[in-house]
């Protein structure tokens, strides 16, 4: 008989495949609209200790580039990280981990570049966590106010207390300590979401989900045909060096991903096609 476990972790990773087709094609569809064929990308790929995933990266006149990968990963932590992570000392280091992660770099300079992600763990304790935050070169306080009304109204359905914690958590992460300032406008980050409603905390990832897709189709299709400058654009290369840097230096995903051997290709997927430090 199946444990309920196991169910758990086939609803989430069948939803995390979901949402990455539903974004897939939103955005090349998009593509289509606006511009033309965009270029598409897919692989599959292995990890040697249990699991994989699969990449897709999307190039094209609206989306400089995309990266969406869903993956299903599983083993045993080392020891020199077992003590990191909450429940791999009882559970003798081993974990199972599904998640999917969108990264998206603009064209235009008044378009954000947007995240988002939402992941399910399993070690001797079991937790939802994940996030939208969108980071604009310039800042539009209609789409400031759009951004975290929308992220409020999502979050209440759930429970009234989610959106301002969530947001906080968001904006006390998405920080720069060598730099002193914020990655962009914030939105919403949670972690280790247990609320002792497996069926709640799932229904609320997926939700995060389906309002990033819902927010950033909104605020594309805001600014798509605005004009912008080459001053503009060098602007955008510049800002885009914070990602990185934010990345490199203190994102957890990207920690997990290589502390966990999965694929480098895809863990560094997040990271932008062009980018300049002055």
């Known amino acids: 008989m199946e444990k309920a476990t196991d169910t758990q972790k086939k609803l989430a990773v069948e939803w995390f495949y979901t949402l990455r087709d539903k974004v897939r094609e939103s955005f ?7 511009a033309k064929e965009p270029k598409v990308n897919k692989r599959i790929w292995k990890r040697i200790d249990g699991g ?6 999307i190039y094209g006149d609206v989306f400089e580039k995309v990266g969406i990968n869903v993956s299903e990963v599983y083993g045993k932590f080392s020891d020199s990280v077992i003590n990191e992570i909450p429940g791999a000392n009882e559970s003798n280091g081993k974990f199972w981990a599904g998640g999917i992660s969108i990264v998206s770099h603009m064209q235009s300079p008044l378009i954000p570049a947007a995240h988002m992600n939402t992941r399910l763990i399993y070690t001797s304790k079991q937790w939802f966590g994940g996030g939208i935050d969108f980071t604009p070169m310039y800042y539009d306080e209609a789409d400031y106010q759009y951004i975290h009304n929308t992220l409020k109204t999502a979050c ?3 429970n009234p207390e989610y959106y301002i914690k969530f947001k906080h958590q ?3 992460y998405f920080f720069l300590p060598h730099r002193q300032e914020s990655r962009g406008i914030g939105g919403i980050f949670y972690d280790n979401l247990n609320s002792g409603d497996w ?3 799932f ?3 997926k939700a995060v989900g389906e309002t990033f897709l819902e927010i950033f189709l909104h605020i594309i299709k805001r600014h798509i045909n605005e004009p912008w400058t080459e001053a503009q654009r060098e602007h955008q290369l510049i800002r885009r060096g914070r990602y990185v840097e934010f990345n490199l230096l203190y994102d957890r995903g990207t920690r997990f991903g290589l502390i966990t051997n999965g694929n480098p290709d895809a863990i560094m ?3 932008p096609p062009l980018v300049k430090w002055i």
């Open 203 to 205: 229904n609320f990832t």
């Open 269 to 271: 997927m997040s990271m």
């Open 52 to 57: 994989g995933g699969e990449s897709t990266i």
């Open 170 to 172: 968001c904006d006390d």
């Open 199 to 201: 069926h709640d905390d």
């Open 156 to 158: 209440d359905k759930f």
């Open 28 to 34: 090349v569809l998009l593509e289509k609209q606006f």
